[in-house]
């Protein structure tokens, strides 16, 4: 299957700092990328979706300045958190979709940011 | 009601058991089904992928879809301590514009 990687695996910062989250296709071109979030022993809330070089379309509830998305080209997109805050700790996973040509839209998941927000 | 419902388990199987997944939807513009496998503090690995009903079968996995009664199944046979995990389904309308997950069933496979 596709690879997609995610960087960082892991981080913690203090409050009120920005983290970016960095999310590649590496053997495909993802026209579309989608952010998720996972509680501990919940399922995947999506976030957003991006589609390269278009603004992302952000889930209702998600604010829009606080989780910033770029998807610049087709093998990457960024996840910015600002000015995090302790609740924004969580699991933050990414996945790549490449074209729909043929019918198979399957996604392809990144092995995920652990956020810690002190 | 959500739109897709599974149960969080956990389900624990001793080694060798078929173990049996479910979902059920209540859209009926879902056309794609797919399971994933996610270990802790990992990201979600796809398993099978389906369009529409009928049965698809990879090695030990098999996944159903039975579309008249918005169910989807996915089946191990020969369930090994190396299955443990969270199996989530997924599924999508035809224009793939979002998936829409099950909350994930935990299953724990003893040696």
């Known amino acids: 299957g596709a690879v997609v990687s995610q960087h960082p695996s892991r981080v913690i910062c203090k409050s009120g700092t920005s983290v970016k989250i960095e999310c590649r296709s590496l053997?495909?071109?993802?026209?579309?990328m989608f952010w998720y979030r996972q509680f501990p022993k919940q399922s995947l809330m999506l976030m957003a979706t991006s589609n390269e070089g278009s603004k992302a379309t952000y889930e209702q509830g998600v604010e829009k300045d606080k989780f910033l998305i770029n998807h610049a080209s087709l093998t990457l997109s960024t996840l910015t958190v600002t000015s995090a805050h302790p609740e924004d700790s969580s699991f933050y996973i990414c996945?790549?979709?490449?074209?729909?040509?043929?019918?198979?839209?399957?996604?392809?998941f990144g092995p995920g940011t652990r956020l810690t927000v002190l | 009601q959500k739109e897709v419902e599974q149960d969080p388990g956990p389900l624990s199987v001793p080694e060798g058991a078929i173990v049996s997944l479910n979902c059920t939807y209540s859209?009926?513009?879902?056309?794609?089904f797919m399971w994933y496998r996610q270990y802790s503090r990992k990201g979600p690995e796809l398993l099978m992928y389906?369009?529409?009903?009928g049965n698809k079968e990879d090695g030990r996995f098999t996944a159903q879809v039975d579309k008249s009664s918005k169910y989807i199944s996915l089946f191990i046979r020969d369930s090994q301590p190396s299955d443990s995990a969270t199996y989530l389904c997924?599924?999508?309308?035809?224009?793939?514009?979002?998936?829409?997950f099950g909350s994930g069933t935990k299953l724990n496979v003893k040696p």
């Open positions: 859209n009926s513009a879902f056309q794609y």
């Open positions: 996945s790549a979709r490449a074209g729909l040509v043929g019918g198979r839209g399957e996604q392809f």
């Open positions: 389906t369009y529409s009903s």
């Open positions: 997924a599924m999508s309308a035809i224009n793939f514009n979002k998936f829409y």
């Open positions: 053997d495909f071109q993802a026209t579309t």
